[in-house]
Structure formats: C-alpha cells, structure tokens
C-alpha cells in the first residue's frame, strides 16, 4: 500500500539507454565496437529464448553479437578449442556460455577455460576472488543489478544493516560482498540460520534469494525496509486454468504494507540481469582498450 | 610441586599447531618424494625475519625441505614475474611464500597472482580467493583458517552457530566467513560502519575480531559462554614502560563471560605456520590429482 515499487523494467531501459549512448560514443571516438560472443551447446528450449533475447538486445544497444549454436554432442575439445579462439578474437570482449550444457561437459570447467578478463557473467574463481579482495573484476549479473537498484534507491548505504537470504555463488555471495562494499553490516542467513524471520527483521535491507513462493511474510519485514526480491517461482495460475503465474521469494502484497520499497515479481530485478550483461561487456570493453569505465555500471 | 592448572577457557594454539604438525609429518614420511617450499624476500626487511624463522623451523619439524630465497630489492616486477613462473614450472617446487612487506616499486598482488593456485600455500591469490568463496576451502589464507580451526576446538556444531566476525579485511574477515558459512554458520560481518559492533556481537556464539585496535572488544560486548577468536596483534607500551603485545580483546575481563576466548600472544599466531604447512601437503595431493608429479 504505501510501498514505492521499485520498477525494473523502466530502470533497466535507463540503464541500456546509457550504454547505447557509451557505444555510440566509443564508435565516434575511438572506432571500437563492444562485442559479446553467446555459446549454446544443444537445444534447451529455454536456453533458446534466453540466448534470442540476449542477442536482440546486444544489438539495439549498438553491440556486436556473436552467437554460436553447437550441436548437443560437441566434444569438450571442440568447445574449448572454440572458447580459445574468442578468448584471442580482440572483436569479442564478452564471453558467455549459456547454461545448462549437457552432461558429458562441466561448467566449472568452462567458466575457467574463459578469460576472466572477458567473463562477464562474472562466474569464474578469479573474479569471484577479485571481487572478495575488493579488487577490480567482472561481477555476476543479477547482483549487480540488485546493487544499481540500490543505488538508485537509497544513495548511500553506509552503515545500513542489510541481510541476503541465500547462499548462493551465483547471487547471495556476490550480493553480500558488494554490500559489504558499500559499507553495510551484512548477515547471509540461509536454510540452516536458526531464526530466520528474527535475523529477516533486524535488516534496513532485505534481499531475499532462495526460490521458496513467498516465504518472506510481512511480519519478517522491518518497517521502512528496502526489499529486494530475487526469487521466481512458476506456480499454476489460481483462475486461469492451463495458466500459469510467477511469484517471488517475498509475499508482495504484505510487503507493501510494511516497507519503504519492493521490486515486484516480474517486473522487478529480473529485467536488470541482461542489462547487467551488457554493462560487464562495455566494461570490460573500456578496460581492454585503456579506456575509463563507467562508474554507475560497474561496482 | 604440580604445574598450576591451564585455565580451560583459554583456546591455546600450541596444541592445535602441535596436531597440525605432527599430521603433516606423517603424510610428508608417507610419500616416497616430495618438493621443496620457497620463501621470496624480496630487500632488506629485517621484521620478517622472525617469521621465516618460524616457518623454517615448522618446516624442519615436519621434513619438508625449505628454501629461503633473498632477493635484491632493486630487482625488477618483471624479473620477479620471471622467476616465480619458473617455479610453477619447477616440479621440484611444491610451493611459494612470497614474504610481506616488499618494495614499493613492487605490485605485490600481481605478484600473488603470478604464483599457480596449486603452488599458493599462503592461499593468497584471487584465484584461491575465489575458490574459497566457491567452498574449495582446501587452501586457504593461513591467518583465515587458523580462526576456523580454533572454532572447530570448541566443539561447538557450526550448523545454525551465530558468528559475528568484527572486520572485513581481504585475507581474514571475508574468506573466514566464508568458510564459517560454508559449514552452516550463519555470519554478520561488521566493520567500521557499523552503527553498533555491540548490538551484534552480544547475540553472537562466536565472535572472531580482526580490527587491529588494543582492547576493542570488553566484557560488556559478549554473550555468556560465546566463543571468542582474537587475530589482533597491537604493540602496546605498558604502565612501567615495557613493550609488549596484547590483541583486539580485553583477554582477562572476557575470560570471566565467554565459554571460550583465544589469547594473544599463543592463540591464533602459533597455527597460522601449521596451516601453512598443512596448506603444503595439500599442494602436494592437488598437484598429484593434476597429473604433474610422475610418482
């Protein structure tokens, strides 16, 4: 009710807005074009739609796409020989293989194959170190977007007792980390914190990633609360029948009657993630060519 | 006469550095070769002296040949880079320690870099970082690990514990909290911008102070029966006029709240060389598991 709803979607249009204009000026300037390499081993349906959003994307800001669909049985050899080749290809300054790969290949395995200089899902051992040392890396796409959203919202967080739900190394790590970045008293609570909703309540920001519909009930909410919800859940539409409705980790009406500001599920962090993925490609565009990057899309 | 009794609420590290060594020995006797550890200093820093004396000696103790390398200080980055990718390439190395603090020409964390994550017995390297964030915790920072070992002393079950970690530097806060959290624990981290360090450590079970600042911590801010990891180390001038060191935490007033509180000197300090040994072995399996020693 009396909750600002934090608009993703809109945010996220602002913030490729901003990189359109940097790729512009980077072409003007400098004759570089920013480039991202897609890798797709086999045909996940799902992973189809992510990889033609992406590519769709890459290309409205201005970017130089480069997708690569390999068939489901590609040898570990083939994809690396193909990893190695776009980690030397000075066009490519983003590389990101879509994941789930079929079985008989690791991710972790592929991760470290990417130079981490142009991982920008941010995924990689090195880059989650540098980001620990509070050194400059390429961070993971969602939290980076929650971090702008943040921002945005708040200024500065200085001092502001924040709690992750979730310890995950693909979010709730690097989540906490940049908030420790930014000077917050940070609580990573998970499944096996004693008291949840008492550790949920103590935080002025609460980011909740775990995956469980509405698990995050009012009463876990302090007032005038930032709550930042990452969770998506797909659930049978209640009145549609053959339907279906996506809700988050944070009971959202609830929510609006306790704290200062929610991001809706959809509609909230979600559309930030691609966003995110082409802000690490312009910045480690920039970093590749000497140039200075741009504060509001990095760390 | 009887000795006089150890008060039990002391978590000394000798024993802990005694078990760590005398298992380290064992493996080292187990296996029919194994390399040698390097220590680089690189010019004239006489503080470090004591430490690689300590390392030396933990190293005698448990028969892994130790190396100590002194390098001109006028030597270059470059030249430096030169010298630690030979000894990746050297399988006779096990593993490197490079000795802080360096020149000022030096870029030390390029340097930590240059050394292969399985040679990084310091566990320093963005790489080692990375893969403590990740769980890998097999190598880790030695001063981080040693706090975690001293935890797992207490016997306390680290699923579910409240730890409170009071400091978020780079080599010990973040990668012990990882660890902590890694086992179950679940971890606040504060800092100098915390509003109120006090809020959180009294609720706290476990409370592990990395700040640097004598006495920081007193009786007022710990729960009762708490555990309590102290890796300050302060050189503080006395009332008559002797120098000595005492950590973040008031020792003897926490004594008569915490269930446990590690002292300083001979608490977290002695480990942190068995560790490093121990981070050795581990170097000397991963380096197995890669296919680069041929026994």
């Known amino acids: 009710m009396g909750a600002n709803i934090i608009d993703g979607k809109a945010f996220a249009t602002n913030v490729r807005r901003q990189i359109a204009n940097q790729v512009q000026r980077l072409r003007d300037d400098h004759g570089i074009t920013p480039g991202l390499a897609v890798i797709l081993v086999g045909e996940d349906p799902a992973s189809e739609v992510y990889v033609a959003a992406k590519h769709k994307q890459t290309i409205e800001v201005g970017m130089s796409s480069f997708e690569h669909k390999l068939s489901a049985d590609t040898s570990q050899e083939d994809l690396y020989a193909l990893i190695d080749q776009l980690n030397s290809d000075p066009a490519v300054h983003g590389i990101l293989c879509q994941f789930p790969v079929p079985d008989h290949l690791s991710e972790r395995d592929i991760v470290a194959r990417i130079d981490p200089a142009k991982d920008v899902d941010g995924l990689s051992v090195v880059n989650a170190g540098l980001l620990t040392s509070g050194e400059k890396g390429l961070v993971s796409c969602t939290p980076l977007g929650c971090l702008m ?25 690097p989540m906490a980390q940049l908030l420790l970045q930014e000077n917050c008293t940070v609580t990573i609570a998970h499944s096996r914190t004693a008291d949840l909703p008492a550790v949920a309540r103590r935080a002025d920001i609460l980011v909740a990633a775990v995956g469980r519909a509405e698990m995050v009930n009012g009463n876990w909410i302090k007032p005038g609360a930032t709550v930042i919800d990452v969770g998506i859940t797909r659930i049978p539409h209640p009145e549609k029948p053959g339907k279906s409705k996506l809700l988050g980790d944070v009971a959202y009406h609830e929510a609006l009657d306790v704290a200062a500001a929610v991001t809706p599920v959809p509609g909230g962090v979600g559309p930030m993630t691609i966003a995110c993925l082409l802000a690490n490609t312009l910045t480690a565009c920039q970093r590749a060519n000497g140039l200075e990057e741009i504060k509001d899309l990095t760390a | 006469m009887n000795a006089p009794l150890e008060d039990p609420r002391l978590l000394r590290g000798k024993p802990v550095k005694d078990r760590i060594l005398r298992e380290v020995a064992d493996y080292v006797r187990s296996v029919p070769h194994i390399g040698k550890l390097v220590s680089v200093s690189i010019g004239d820093v006489p503080e470090v002296a004591i430490y690689i ?41 096990l593993g490197v320690i490079l000795q802080r603090p360096v020149p000022s020409h030096i870029n030390v964390r390029s340097l ?110 710990i729960k009762p029966g708490a555990a309590v990891i102290d890796i300050g180390i302060n050189q503080v001038r006395h009332e008559d006029g002797t120098v000595g060191i005492v950590g973040d935490v008031d020792t003897e007033a926490i004594k008569e709240i915490a269930g446990w509180v590690s002292p300083v000197p001979g608490g977290v300090g002695p480990v942190t060389v068995a560790i490093l040994m121990r981070n050795a072995i581990k170097a000397h399996q991963r380096q197995q598991e890669a296919g680069w020693l041929n026994i």
């Open chain 2, 112 to 221: 930590q870099s240059a050394i292969h994550p399985l040679k990084d017995i310091e566990g320093m390297s963005p790489a080692s970082i990375g893969n403590i964030v990740y769980n890998d915790v097999a190598m880790a920072p030695c001063t981080a690990a040693s706090a975690v070992e001293l935890i797992r002393e207490t016997g306390l079950n680290r699923e579910g514990l409240e730890v409170v970690m009071v400091g978020h530097s780079e080599i010990v806060g973040k990668p012990a909290a990882m660890m902590l959290m890694a086992e179950g624990a679940t971890v606040t981290v504060c800092h100098h911008m915390t509003r109120s360090v006090a809020m959180h450590s009294r609720r706290a079970d476990v409370v592990v102070v990395a700040v640097g600042k004598a006495h920081l911590i007193g009786a007022d801010m």
């Open chain 1, 149 to 173: 959203l943040l921002r945005d919202q708040l200024g500065n967080m200085s001092g502001k007792e924040a709690v992750v739900i979730g310890r995950s190394n693909l979010f709730g790590k």
């Open chain 2, 53 to 93: 004396r300590n390392q030396a000696r933990a190293a005698e103790a448990v028969g892994l040949p130790f190396d100590q390398q002194f390098w001109d200080g006028e030597t270059a980055q470059e030249e430096c880079k030169l010298r630690i990718q030979e000894m990746n390439d050297d399988p006779d190395v």
